[in-house]
């Protein structure tokens, strides 16, 4: 698989692609990311990805080495090197003794399935527990031992995903993804105050619900209240919306034609098509 990798200042072979052992972000994980879409040479809501990185870097003592409209002719510059319609491409910040490292990845990526967008994900509720009070929530940190484990579990056990409950038992996220379930042709989402990530995707499902006046509530929620959900789907931005099938081997029912997981799918496709 091709890479393009840019650390640094400049493009480099992935061989060269060295970073000092003594880095802080490699010892301790003092670093941050982003990880975005590229789609038809676009990249998708890339305004929105730079500044959650910037936020990210303020709030863990980090500067961005780079203007936003650096960082984007850096990032188009890499994904036209790419011939790949799709490109899946990841940002990292990360301190290395009194400065701040940069490096861009971009390679193809291969959309999901359509098949698995109707299957649907089953998801596990895992032992491990977010801590809704750090202030590491509000960041896209490189240190996600918690979410790797978590993930790591669930794939085990033959699901395709993990949920974090918060340390008062409410549902907070999942390991890759936001989470959102839909009872009564309502919605509803853990609130940014349960310890989940503030979203790119999470937004954009905020914004078309508001234009389509479909009630939405932010809020604290049970596992239980999930599993007897009509809907239930999760959101990312690699794959959009992406509708859950169960939650701990709880069938929920997946509405084909009619359902809000299903109308969401479709105007996110088209938003990432026609341009967001």
């Known amino acids: 698989m091709?890479?393009?990798?840019?650390?640094?200042?400049?493009?480099?072979?992935?061989?060269?692609?060295?970073?000092?052992?003594?880095?802080?972000?490699f010892l301790y994980g003092w670093g941050v990311f982003e990880t975005m879409r590229a789609s038809n040479g676009r990249i998708v809501y890339l305004n929105e990805h730079l500044h959650r990185l910037q936020s990210s870097c303020r709030n863990i003592g980090l500067k961005l080495p780079y203007s936003f409209s650096k960082a984007k002719t850096i990032i188009n510059k890499a994904v036209s090197?790419?011939?790949?319609?799709?490109?899946?491409?990841k940002l990292a910040c990360w301190k290395s003794g009194t400065n701040t490292d940069f490096m861009l990845i971009a390679r193809e990526y291969i959309p999901l399935a359509e098949d698995i967008y109707k299957k649907g994900f089953s998801?596990?509720?895992?032992?491990?527990?977010?801590?809704?009070?750090?202030?590491?929530?509000?960041?896209?940190s490189t240190n996600r031992l918690l979410q790797e484990l978590a993930y790591q579990q669930a794939k085990e056990k033959g699901f395709d995903e993990a949920i974090l409950l918060n340390c008062r038992?409410?549902?907070?996220?999942?390991?890759?993804?936001?989470?959102?379930?839909?009872?009564?042709?309502?919605?509803?989402?853990?609130?940014?105050?349960?310890g989940c990530l503030p979203g790119i995707t999470r937004k954009v499902v905020f914004d078309l619900a508001k234009k389509e006046k479909i009630t939405l509530k932010e809020g604290n929620f049970t596992l239980k209240e999930l599993q007897q959900a009509d809907e239930v789907f999760l959101t990312n931005s690699l794959m959009g919306i992406m509708p859950v099938?169960?939650?701990?081997?709880?069938d929920i029912r997946l509405n084909h034609s009619n359902g809000l997981a299903r109308y969401f799918i479709k105007k996110y496709k088209l938003l990432i098509n026609n341009g967001n």
């Open 169 to 194: 038992g409410h549902i907070c996220e999942a390991t890759r993804s936001n989470i959102f379930f839909v009872k009564n042709e309502k919605l509803f989402t853990p609130s940014l105050k349960c």
């Open 2 to 25: 091709k890479e393009i990798i840019f650390l640094n200042g400049k493009f480099i072979v992935p061989q060269k692609a060295l970073v000092s052992a003594l880095s802080y972000g």
């Open 81 to 89: 090197k790419n011939e790949f319609s799709d490109n899946y491409v």
């Open 245 to 250: 099938s169960s939650v701990n081997k709880k």
């Open 123 to 140: 998801i596990l509720s895992s032992n491990f527990t977010q801590n809704e009070n750090s202030f590491l929530t509000r960041v896209k």
